[in-house]
């Protein structure tokens, strides 16, 4: 059993910035990578970026120089940077987690709100 857990979420303005973690627990081996989705309200979860153990990272184009995603290997831990911030980017952050091939593990989620 995997578990993640999401913080940092909040309430910021409009060109403002936060940080969130997800730390993973439990019976952990064989990471594909961890990483980041989001679902705004009446739209589809959809991807902001993965990050492999080695490092390798993926970003959804449209969010590139604005959001950056590290990982602490030995904690277990990744992070999402986010900068510049806008009110589209208001959403539920999912933190997931792959083991292998097909399996995964997903966070209970964060709000994250950009508003003025």
């Known amino acids: 059993q995997v578990q993640l857990v999401e913080s940092g979420g909040g309430l910021v303005q409009p060109g403002g910035s936060l940080r969130l973690s997800c730390v993973a627990s439990?019976?952990?081996?064989?990471?594909?990578?961890m990483g980041w989705y989001r679902q705004a309200p009446g739209k589809e979860r959809e991807l902001v970026a993965h990050?492999?153990?080695?490092?390798?990272?993926i970003y959804a184009d449209a969010l590139k120089g604005r959001f950056t995603i590290s990982r602490d290997n030995a904690k277990n831990t990744v992070y999402l940077q986010m900068s510049s911030l806008k009110p589209e980017d208001t959403a539920v952050y999912y933190c997931?987690?792959?083991?292998?091939?097909?399996?995964?593990?997903w966070g209970q989620g964060t709000q994250v709100t950009v508003s003025s």
């Open positions: 997931k987690l792959r083991v292998g091939i097909t399996l995964d593990y």
């Open positions: 439990g019976n952990i081996h064989s990471i594909a990578y």
């Open positions: 990050i492999t153990s080695i490092g390798d990272t």
